[in-house]
């Protein structure tokens, strides 16, 4: 079980707006810490999608955007396209457990 | 722009140590958090530990009794160590690298290597 509650799984249409949740607590998102975002399609490793809950990683488009709450984040993306379909993972770190820590993921299927 | 290739046996039987190494290329290999995370077949990601230039780690706490991370600088590499593996340790690992504070993001990746742990 993920320390970063995300849900297994989202879909879209091509062109409509998408949002996957990421959901800690209080010894970890809901400390301070950074949220990221990464977007693993199969095959390659996962590729920095979002840094410290809202940048852009280079290259990544505008259609992309992430934001914090509380103990919460949540990444935006806009304008699906088929290309999207991938894995979506969101990461922080956790101060009781010292530790880096990852969501379950989130598949997200376009439609 | 940096560039990380692993290294290291596909297969691993129980028991024994699964060991694997990252060069690093396109920038030096002080000033940056090295890490090790896996993936379970079908599973999320799970980060395993880190090690910065210094020498200094910090290790889950659900693999530290079995992990050890180590650096070469003259090498510009540095490695994982997993004794005592078992199947539940069958996972494609990647080595990562980032910004040399805690929760930082990981903005390189290795290619990955799949270990599996059968005898």
Known sequence: ?111 | QVQLQMSGPGLVKPSETLSLTCIVSGDSISGYYWSWIRQPPGKGLEWIGCIYYSGSTDYNPSLRSRVTISVDMSKKQFSLRLTSVTAADTALYYCAGGAPYSGSPFDYWGQGTLVTVSS
Request: proline share 6%.
């Open chain 1, 1 to 111: 079980q993920s320390v970063l509650t995300q849900p297994p799984s989202v879909s879209g249409a091509p062109g409509q707006r998408v949002t996957i949740s990421c959901t800690g607590s209080s010894s970890n998102i809901g400390a301070g810490y950074d949220v990221h975002w990464y977007q693993q399609v199969p095959g390659p490793a996962p590729k920095l999608l979002i840094y410290r809950n809202n940048n852009r990683a280079s290259g990544v488009p505008g259609r992309f955007s992430g934001s914090k709450s509380g103990t919460s984040a949540s990444l935006a993306i806009t304008g699906l396209q088929v290309e999207d379909e991938a894995d979506y993972y969101c990461q922080s770190f956790d101060t009781n457990l010292r530790t880096w820590v990852f969501g379950g993921g989130t598949k997200l299927t376009v439609l």
